[in-house]
């Protein structure tokens, strides 16, 4: 390439620039709709590629350094109202008004094939150096969003102030009326990315937003969407506890939106330290399945909620339903030897049994519902023994 052709280049740098510009104004709609500072700003990442095309004539060695410069003098914010792929067109563009308007600087035919073979080269770098911005510019966000997320489910488990942990919930795009569940278990990896990535696939998959974070070996997961029917079925819950580590996986309620999340914290963190009493505890398991353990445990919520929804619709109910449950207990379950402790006919036990489990929802014959009706009467045995000392 010839000195005066490098120099008339250089001349007509800003001219190159600013027909490119017309030409995007002209052809994509959306850019004219832009505000004036941010096409100033596509004038100037413009210009300055053009000055940069004349010095990677002259140096195409260091063709990534120069081109990256033309991306450095831009907003820091461009890539939020330009997209990667509006960059690409801009690109395209600005490199076919360069095609057409280089070979009339050119010396001769060796010098146009030579320029319009370096603006296509040059354009590539344009596009790389493009690509790897966008690129940066998503990791920071990446890694500014993950922060964040982290201080959401921080605050929640906490208990900290509603308004400061939805406003963030909000700025990650989480609707704050949406119905959330908490779920504790252990993470899978020591690499927070990858146990990200692994509960993000499976939600996607079920459709359900999350917000997790990583507190050491515990994985806590905010399952949003996740309604009674839902929640009923399982099916949720069975699809993000397979992205958990090995070992007990507690779900706490349903509540109705993210300022009521703490409360289903709350709730599955006690579960998670009772769990360890109920080695066949499915898994995942709901808090409120583990009623009996947190109580023992010496969770006074759980406590409350056995002696309010279990013993006292018993002793409501009047003392014979309420003898014949502590009978049946008693007698290990045999339906027999209870009636003739009570001296009333079989049937009028099960009668009692089965008026029992309408009012608790728990089924003497069972063994797990007649493990609560036992915790659940001796504990409100000792509320009535604390108030009398």
């Known amino acids: 390439m010839s000195a005066r052709?490098?120099?008339?280049?250089?001349?007509?740098?800003?001219?190159?620039?600013?027909?490119?510009?017309?030409?995007?104004?002209?052809?994509?709609?959306?850019?004219?709709?832009?505000?004036?500072?941010?096409?100033?700003?596509?004038?100037?990442?413009?210009?300055?590629?053009?000055?940069g095309f004349v010095r990677w004539l002259r140096d195409p060695e260091h063709a990534l350094e120069l081109t990256t410069e033309a991306?450095?003098?831009?907003?820091?914010?461009?890539?939020?109202?330009?997209?990667?792929?509006?960059?690409v067109g801009l690109v395209r563009l600005a490199i076919e008004v360069f095609e057409q308007q280089l070979p009339e600087f050119a010396a001769d035919e060796a010098e146009s094939a030579a320029l319009v073979e370096g603006i296509l080269r040059y354009g590539r770098e344009v596009a790389f150096a493009a690509a790897s911005s966008y690129a940066a510019a998503a990791e920071a966000r990446g890694a500014w969003d993950a922060r964040?997320?982290?201080?959401?489910?921080?605050?929640?488990?906490?208990?900290?102030?509603?308004?400061?942990?939805?406003?963030?919930?909000?700025?990650?795009?989480?609707d704050p009326a949406?119905?959330?569940?908490?779920?504790v278990g252990t993470s899978p990896s020591d690499d927070p990315p990858t146990v990200v990535f692994e509960v993000r696939s499976r939600a996607a998959r079920a459709g359900c937003p999350v917000l997790l974070g990583v507190q050491g070996t515990r994985l806590v997961v905010v399952a949003?969407?996740?309604?009674?029917?839902?929640?009923?079925?399982?099916?949720?819950?069975?699809?993000?506890?397979?992205?958990?580590?090995?070992?007990?996986?507690?779900?706490?309620?349903?509540v109705s939106g993210l300022a009521e999340a703490h409360a289903s914290a709350a709730e599955a963190l006690s579960a998670m330290r009772a769990v360890v009493a109920w080695p066949g505890a499915p898994r995942p398991v709901r808090?409120?399945?583990?009623?009996?353990?947190?109580?023992?445990?010496?969770?006074?919520?759980?406590?409350?909620?056995?002696?309010?929804?279990?013993?006292?619709p018993l002793e409501d109910a009047g003392p014979a339903l309420l003898a014949t449950v502590e009978g049946y207990l008693e007698t290990g379950g045999v339906l027999e030897m209870c009636?003739?402790?009570?001296?009333?006919?079989?049937?009028?036990v099960r009668y009692r049994l089965r008026k029992a489990a309408e009012l608790t929802g728990r089924n003497a014959a069972d063994p797990r519902d007649a493990l609560v009706l036992?915790?659940?009467?001796?504990?409100?045995?000792l509320a009535g023994a604390r108030s009398q000392w």
Do not use: C, Y
Request: proline share 4%.
């Open 71 to 87: 991306f450095r003098g831009a907003p820091r914010d461009l890539s939020r109202w330009i997209s990667l792929r509006q960059t």
């Open 224 to 254: 949003g969407g996740a309604d009674d029917e839902q929640a009923r079925d399982g099916a949720l819950l069975d699809t993000l506890a397979a992205a958990f580590g090995d070992g007990p996986i507690v779900a706490g309620p349903t």
């Open 5 to 51: 052709t490098l120099r008339e280049l250089e001349r007509a740098s800003g001219r190159l620039a600013k027909a490119s510009v017309a030409a995007m104004e002209e052809q994509l709609s959306w850019f004219g709709r832009l505000p004036a500072d941010q096409r100033a700003s596509v004038l100037l990442i413009t210009q300055t590629g053009a000055a």
């Open 287 to 312: 808090a409120i399945d583990l009623l009996p353990e947190r109580a023992l445990a010496g969770d006074p919520s759980a406590e409350r909620r056995l002696v309010d929804e279990i013993a006292k």
């Open 148 to 174: 964040l997320e982290a201080l959401v489910v921080d605050g929640i488990v906490r208990g900290d102030a509603e308004e400061s942990v939805l406003s963030r919930a909000a700025a990650l795009g989480w």
């Open 374 to 381: 036992r915790v659940a009467l001796a504990a409100s045995r």
């Open 178 to 183: 949406a119905s959330a569940t908490v779920m």
């Open 339 to 348: 009636a003739r402790r009570l001296f009333v006919h079989p049937n009028t």
